[in-house]
C-alpha cells in the first residue's frame, strides 16, 4: 500500500514578492517572502490563495534551507482553509545560488518538500481538518508551485 496517494489532491501556484533579506542571525541566514496570491487547482479542491500569508526561511550553516509557510486557501465554495507548511530545499551549492538570486532551475536539480497540515471551521471542507499532506515544491523566478499529495 503506497504511503501518498498516487496523484496530486491538488495543485497550488502562486506568486512571490521580492525576498526581504533580514541578514544572519543566531539561527542562520533569515528571509520572508510574501505570498502574494494564486490559484489552487485539483480533483478534490479548487480555488484560490489569498494575499497576505508568507515563507519565513533561515538557511542553515549546512545550506539547506528550512521553510515555514502560512497563508489561507479560499475554496470556490467560499470556504477558508488556513495552510501550515513546514520543509526543506537543498541542493548543490549553485542550484542553491541561482534560486537564492530568484531564478527559475529545473525542480530535478533540488529537493523541495514540505509537511502540510490544514485548518477550517466550514463543513464541506473539513475533510482537510483530518489529513496530513506532503508538497512536493518547484521554484520559478517569484513563483511556486507545489503538488499537494494525501498521505494515507
Not at 533579506?21 to 490563495?49: A, F, H, Q, S, W
Not at 538557511?59 to 539547506?64: A, C, L
Not at 515555514?68 to 542550484?95: F, K, Q, S
Not at 490544514?118 to 483530518?130: K, M, V, Y
Request: hydrophobic share 40%; aromatic share 8%; net charge neutral.
Amino acid at each position: 500500500m503506497p504511503f501518498v496517494s498516487e496523484k496530486p489532491i491538488f495543485t497550488i501556484t502562486s506568486p512571490l514578492g521580492g525576498i526581504q533579506m533580514l541578514g544572519g542571525t543566531p539561527y542562520g541566514e533569515r528571509r520572508i517572502i510574501d505570498i502574494m496570491g494564486g490559484t489552487v487547482v485539483g480533483e478534490k479542491l479548487n480555488g484560490k490563495v489569498l494575499p497576505g500569508g508568507a515563507d519565513w526561511q533561515i538557511v542553515r550553516s549546512d545550506g539547506v534551507v528550512h521553510l515555514t509557510a502560512r497563508y489561507t486557501i479560499e475554496t470556490d465554495a467560499g470556504a477558508l482553509v488556513l495552510v501550515n507548511a513546514e520543509g526543506y530545499r537543498h541542493g548543490p551549492p549553485e542550484v542553491m545560488a541561482a534560486l537564492a538570486r530568484d531564478e527559475t532551475v529545473d525542480p530535478s536539480r533540488y529537493y523541495f518538500r514540505t509537511a502540510m497540515r490544514f485548518e477550517t471551521s466550514d463543513p464541506g471542507a473539513a475533510w482537510l481538518n483530518r489529513i496530513l499532506a506532503i508538497g512536493y515544491g518547484a521554484r520559478a523566478n517569484r513563483q511556486v508551485t507545489i503538488q499537494v499529495y494525501e498521505v494515507l
